[in-house]
């Protein structure tokens, strides 16, 4: 099996650095446009965006089309842990900023397959080495760039895809369990609380 530089297969763009687009309105600046913004803290463990968390910025100037979210889109953090996640229909049209990487997947590669290797320890400690000794651990688009990509047939390819997608699924779901049942514990304790 080859190993193939991300740069070969896949397009990475940096992301919008927002001071320079961000109106404030206070200052005089015109709001052209609003949207949202997807800041690392909405790319979830399991590979999902989370619209949930993104702020709603005002823009002095419309967004960088080559900066905004596109449906099959990856997006992933330029800071540990490094996580990706995949845009999908819902978290479309929001502007990516500085602090994430855009990874447009080529057709030689099945998105789910590379979601999974963006996820994948591989993919992280060939990240950290780039910026072990560093004082600063944030990415640069050219390190994402550089990392080597395993290239299995398109059928191993979706099997893997496939199957990370329903493991992140199922840890997805077991991640919620454990938060009801440490609400619940909350909520026990609340109760005797009450009665003390």
Do not use: H, W
Not at 104 to 116: C, E, G, M, R, T
């Amino acid at each position: 099996m080859e190993k193939v530089s991300l740069d070969k297969l896949v397009n990475v763009v940096g992301g919008q650095i927002m001071s320079r687009v961000t109106a404030n309105p206070d200052a005089g600046d015109e709001v052209v446009e609003k949207r949202k913004v997807l800041i690392p803290k909405s790319i979830n463990l399991d590979g999902s965006i989370d619209i949930n968390v993104m702020p709603e910025e005002a823009l002095k100037v419309c967004a960088d089309p080559k900066k905004v979210s596109k449906v099959g889109d990856i997006i992933m953090k330029l800071s540990p842990p490094y996580d990706a996640g995949l845009v999908t229909e819902t978290s479309q049209g929001c502007i990516v900023p500085s602090f994430c990487a855009i990874i447009k997947p080529s057709s030689d590669v099945d998105i789910q397959y590379l979601l999974a290797f963006m996820n994948s320890a591989l993919c992280k400690n060939q990240l950290q080495s780039q910026v072990s000794g560093a004082v600063m651990t944030v990415l640069s688009v050219g390190k994402v760039k550089n990392v080597s990509l395993p290239i299995p047939s398109i059928e191993e390819q979706r099997r893997i895809g496939q199957r990370f997608m329903e493991s992140q699924r199922r840890l997805s779901i077991i991640r919620q369990i454990a938060l009801l049942e440490s609400k619940r514990n909350d909520i026990l304790f609340r109760e005797l609380e009450k009665s003390v």
